[in-house]
């Protein structure tokens, strides 16, 4: 795949201090501050001073370079770990250098080829596909690979409601392309055993054969213009069980987790970033994500603090939504992985990838 993300020379000639990079800092403290980042991609340790005078592409002194971070690190753009260390840095740094200081490579025809290879949909549900683009991003960035998979817009074939018990009824959705969807609901109390078959039946005899979303306007129609056969409560469970929700037959799929895992060694974060992936599988935080990727037509990077659905887990999300035939965003696939992931390596295969998959949804 792409290889390694390259530097690129700074455009201020050697020791125009003054000049002010595309970041808004002198152009040496941004060449500074993209080479503790780099370093920090690299190995993921702090740099000090010695190291980044063997490293920058103009003869610095550690001295002069010390001032320098000293700034940097006044600026919340860099931290020193413990005494006496090198420097790594902040989220702050890190998304400096991701949207001023990053150049942002491009996959090679041979790659881009590849990933269309993986992507194909011959033979397979786009379930499937999408479970493979998943493992496949998981591959590239060493981390976990996600996929929020689209809306079924299926016709629904046949619905049951059957008793649990406890208060609890047990709704089965069946589509017409085979797709089962369970929800558990809450019935209002008072309603007669009689009521759920009578809902069944009335479901199954009205409402067959149009999208969960059509079926539940069919029944919002009927029920004001007071047409509906069922009486209140049998109407509120049949209301209950054909609830849309944003959220509704979405399913997460996550590859590579255990790529993440293997990255941390502190059993704390060990913890949190399993409580992350425990929390993402919840049906309110996929939406919260989807609506992070919505927010952009384009690559979106939430690093660190950034976001409050990644900040105990200090790590970071690229991502990118996908659309359908109708040009609507239904779904969105990246990575989730350490704050030192790849960046210029895997901004490029999201955005890609997302767009193979919008391929195949139109």
């Known amino acids: 795949m792409a290889s390694d993300q390259t530097r690129r020379d700074v455009a201020a000639p050697p020791g125009a201090a003054g000049t002010t990079g595309a970041v808004g800092l ?42 320098v971070m000293a700034d940097l690190e006044e600026s919340g753009l860099i931290f020193a770990p413990h005494t006496s260390a090198g420097r790594l840095p902040t989220d702050r740094g890190l998304r400096m250098f991701v949207d001023g200081l990053l150049e942002r490579g491009s996959l090679t025809p041979e790659e881009e080829e590849a990933i269309s290879a993986r992507c194909q949909a011959e033979g397979r549900s786009i379930e499937e596909v999408l479970a493979e683009a998943s493992a496949l991003l998981a591959g590239l960035s060493q ?10 817009e299926a016709a629904l074939k046949h619905v049951e409601f059957v008793s649990l018990g406890s208060g609890r009824v047990l709704v089965v959705l069946v589509t017409e392309d085979g797709q089962v969807e369970n929800r558990v609901i809450q019935p209002p109390e008072g309603l007669p055993p009689s009521a759920l078959a009578q809902a069944s039946n009335y479901v199954n005899a009205r409402l067959a054969g149009r999208t969960l979303e059509e079926a539940r306007r069919v029944l919002e129609e009927e029920i004001s213009a007071h047409r ?64 992070l ?34 040009d609507r965003i239904v779904g969105a696939i990246g990575v989730i992985g350490p704050t030192r992931i790849n960046y210029g390596r895997i901004i490029p295969a999201v955005d890609y990838t997302a767009k193979v998959i919008g391929r195949l949804l139109g």
């Open 26 to 67: 002198p152009s040496r403290s941004a060449m500074i501050l993209r080479e503790i980042v780099e370093a920090y991609v690299a190995t993921g340790e702090p740099v000090g001073s010695r190291t980044l005078s063997r490293r920058l592409p103009m003869a610095l002194s550690p001295a002069t370079i010390r001032n």
């Open 143 to 152: 981390a976990a690979g996600l996929v929020i998979a689209p809306k079924s």
């Open 228 to 291: 509906t056969e069922l009486d209140e409560l049998t109407g509120k469970v049949v209301e209950a069980g054909l609830a849309t929700q944003a959220g509704a037959g979405r399913a997460l799929i996550v590859r590579g987790q255990a790529q993440l895992l293997a990255d941390v060694t502190a059993l704390e974060r060990l913890e949190t970033i399993r409580a992350l992936f425990e929390r993402l599988e919840a049906k309110e935080t996929l939406l919260k994500l989807l609506e």
């Open 293 to 326: 990727a919505q927010a952009s037509d384009g690559v979106q990077i939430f690093i660190g603090s950034e976001n409050r659905l990644f900040e105990a887990a200090g790590v970071t999300m690229i991502v990118a939504p996908y659309r359908n035939a109708r």
